[in-house]
């Protein structure tokens, strides 16, 4: 026999013995309840640098040739330089190692320096070389000079050599003012366009227009130190030490001897890569990076050579 309020009664108690059996449970586990706690870091100040990648190598690049990213699929288009501490990088620059004589002439690779084949750019700038080191040559070939050219040209001041770009060779010759073996005040003289496999270059010296140079003092040592614009576009600082035994043209390199001075500042940054701009903690800065490899370099591994990234906080 069925009656017609028992449908409201099992609604009814059906939810009486779900508040029951919540009531149960909220016994067991007991009530939601939190509570907030106050976290606090102090992150001393600490100066660290990231370099990536840490090898770069570019293989089977040709004489004349660029290496770049397509040389080898695991190579890099550009080095990373992290911020990874705590405090704010101000500055950055490079300094590339170079050979301790001139290589071109002695059938040895290993005479030769990675190093002074590498060029950077910061995206904005051409590529150039960090600070790229030439010899003196003894013989000036079918150049017209200011100066005799032979072995010991150098002992009297004079010294004739090329600057190496890639397939791009430029002529360079400096003349001493100074007297003797002391190449810290003269003038310098680069060709106006290069020399390339097809073409002789600007051949002729003597009618190119003098580049002042003038002594700096870098710590114990005298230097001849001048700021030069190739081909219209490359701006280098020049660089040659007392006693005439090599050229450099330096970009990137805040140490190399003038770099700081007021005769090369104006062109070059003072050789800082990054000069002014902060990178903040975690922040990267991107160095485009290719080798340009001269004409005239052997087959086979050249010499290791090694970047060196400085970078100064505050």
């Known amino acids: 026999m069925q009656?017609?309020?028992d449908k409201a009664t099992y609604v009814i108690v059906s939810l009486v013995a779900f508040i029951l059996l919540f009531s149960i449970i909220r016994d067991v586990?007991?009530?939601t309840a939190w509570d907030v706690i106050t976290v606090k870091v102090n992150v001393s100040q600490v100066s660290m640098v990231d370099i990536n990648p840490s090898i770069l190598s570019w293989q089977n690049v040709p004489p004349g040739g660029?290496?770049?990213d397509s040389y080898e699929s695991n190579n890099y288009e550009a080095i990373w330089i992290e911020n990874i501490g705590s405090t704010n990088i101000t500055a950055i620059w490079f300094n590339s190692s170079y050979p301790s004589s001139l290589p071109f002439g002695t059938g040895n690779p290993n005479a030769y320096d990675a190093g002074n084949f590498v060029v950077i750019s910061n995206g904005t700038t051409p590529f150039y070389f960090v600070n790229r080191v030439e010899y003196w040559e003894s013989d000036s070939l079918y150049v017209r000079t200011h100066a005799a050219i032979n072995d010991t040209s150098y002992l009297s001041g004079n010294i004739f050599g090329r600057f190496r770009n890639s397939s791009y060779e430029y002529f360079w010759e400096f003349n001493t003012l100074a007297g003797g073996q002391n190449c810290t005040y003269g003038n310098f003289y680069i060709s106006d366009?290069?020399?390339t496999q097809a073409t002789t270059g600007d051949a002729d010296l003597t009618d190119n227009t003098p580049?002042?140079?003038n002594p700096v003092k870098k710590l114990l040592d005298l230097y001849g130190v001048g700021a030069v614009t190739i081909n219209g576009t490359l701006k280098y600082c020049v660089v040659i030490p007392?006693?005439?035994s090599y050229v450099m043209f330096n970009r990137w390199n805040a140490d190399a001897p003038g770099a700081d001075s007021s005769i090369c500042s104006s062109i070059i940054n003072s050789g800082?890569?990054?000069?002014g701009t902060y990178i903040y903690p975690g922040g990267v800065a991107k160095a485009y990076i290719k080798v340009y490899v001269p004409y005239g370099?052997?087959?086979?591994p050249v010499g290791e050579g090694k970047l060196t990234v400085f970078v100064t906080t505050a």
């Open 29 to 31: 586990f007991g009530d």
């Open 193 to 195: 366009y290069p020399k």
């Open 297 to 300: 370099v052997p087959y086979g």
């Open 3 to 5: 009656f017609k309020g």
């Open 211 to 213: 580049i002042s140079i």
């Open 66 to 68: 660029v290496g770049d």
């Open 272 to 275: 800082y890569f990054v000069n």
């Open 242 to 244: 007392e006693d005439c």
